[in-house]
């Protein structure tokens, strides 16, 4: 009897400790689920550009070389092939898009590897990079990962030219348990650099003054989309390209170029960074679709104006660079340069509205002389 009592005391007894062994087991496996685990993130910078296909083919002669040289000087800061700062904002999907943590880091490299500890769950990941070097661009919707988006700050006057590339990127990042592991992440350059070459061999120039509209205001970052809403202007720089010239090219100024046919004045060089343009038309000039535009406004030396509305066909492409090239008419007024040589400008059928589709980048030009008249526009002379 005592010996049947006491084996059932020990039953009871191997019962209550494999129960409570079990619950401690689950207790410890479910405080294990909210540790962080370890994840490393590697991020680099995706330099896919045509910086220097376009520069070939359009700045690719000797006497080009002065404006090749200063252009290149201009960009330097723009396709770059390094990040400093890296801004990275996780958005934990199973809490609907809200951010759940920041990490920020200093890279200075092309490629680098960091390593973070975080939750377990199924995140998307945003990332900025260099946007400290753009104060006109600015991070939006920081807690909404659906909104969140790289806005342009707009006011009355137009946009400045962009300093630097600034980069963003988009990553799912789905971090298991108890597991370490490292994912992969892409940044891409999200503006773009366009460059206008004047000929003035036929006009005494003072000035230009050189804008940019159609271009992006905003872009989405984990939407991946831009937003054209705001029609900003963006304003070019005009660059100084005298500096770049030397002795040896003088004498070869006057040579025979396939571009410029025969030039004597240095070409004047206008060049502006910001967002990129629509991938397609909105409008078209005859049957050439217009996906966005640059005015032109030339200050002759009599102290004229002239506007030149260039309708450019080719979409401008994130990370990329355009150059369009041209020639203005003793009037100040522009017209194009086609890709195919030989070319000598021609005149305007119209002056005062020539719409000339050429076999070029320029789907069309309308030119308006005496701009100044109309009371719009007084550059400082």
């Known amino acids: 009897m005592n010996r049947r009592f006491h084996r059932h005391l020990l039953e009871i007894a191997a019962v209550l400790l ?51 040289a200063a252009l290149e000087d201009y960009l330097s800061d723009v396709f770059v092939n390094t990040a400093h700062d890296v801004d990275m904002l996780f958005y934990d999907q199973r809490s609907r898009g809200k951010m ?42 920081e807690e909404d990962g659906y909104a969140l988006s790289l806005v342009q700050k707009l006011s009355s006057e137009p946009v400045p030219s962009h300093p630097s590339a600034f980069f963003a990127a ?30 003035r061999d036929s006009c005494d120039v003072r000035s230009i003054r050189v804008l940019y509209s159609g271009l992006a205001d905003s872009f989405r970052i984990l939407d991946s989309s831009y937003s054209f809403d705001q029609h900003a202007l963006l304003q070019a720089d005009v660059i100084d390209a005298r500096p770049y010239v030397v002795d040896d090219e003088e004498a070869d100024r006057f040579l025979y170029d396939i571009f410029w046919e025969r030039w004597t004045k240095l070409p004047l060089l206008a060049c502006g960074v910001g ?27 009599t102290g004229s104006v002239t506007r030149s509305l260039i309708y450019i066909a080719k979409p401008l492409q994130a990370g990329h660079l355009m150059i369009v090239k041209g020639w203005i008419t003793a009037e100040g007024a522009f017209t194009p340069t086609p890709e195919h040589p030989p070319y000598v400008p021609p005149m305007p059928d119209d002056p005062d509205n020539p719409e000339q589709p050429v076999d070029s980048v320029v789907a069309g030009v309308s030119v308006m002389l005496n701009w100044n008249e109309a009371g719009q526009y007084n550059p400082e002379l």
């Open 275 to 301: 967002f990129p343009s629509p991938n397609v038309g909105t409008a078209v000039v005859g049957t050439y679709p217009i996906v966005w535009t640059i005015d032109l406004y030339v200050t002759l030396a």
């Open 100 to 141: 759940t943590f920041r990490q920020t880091e200093i890279m200075d490299a092309e490629q680098k590897v960091f390593s973070i500890r975080v939750k377990a769950s199924d995140y998307r990941v945003a990332g900025v990079s260099n946007l400290s070097a753009v104060p006109t661009v600015s991070l939006q919707n």
């Open 170 to 199: 988009r990553q799912r990042i789905l971090v298991r348990d108890r597991e370490d592991q490292r994912f992969d992440v892409s940044f891409y350059m999200a503006n773009a650099a366009a460059a206008l070459a004047l000929n």
């Open 18 to 68: 494999l129960t409570a062994a079990v619950g401690a087991c689950a207790l410890i496996d479910e405080k294990t689920k909210d540790c962080p685990e370890e994840m490393s993130l590697t991020c680099a910078l995706s330099l896919v550009n045509n910086k220097q296909q376009e520069l070939d083919d359009n700045l690719g002669t000797l006497h080009d070389r002065p404006l090749r």
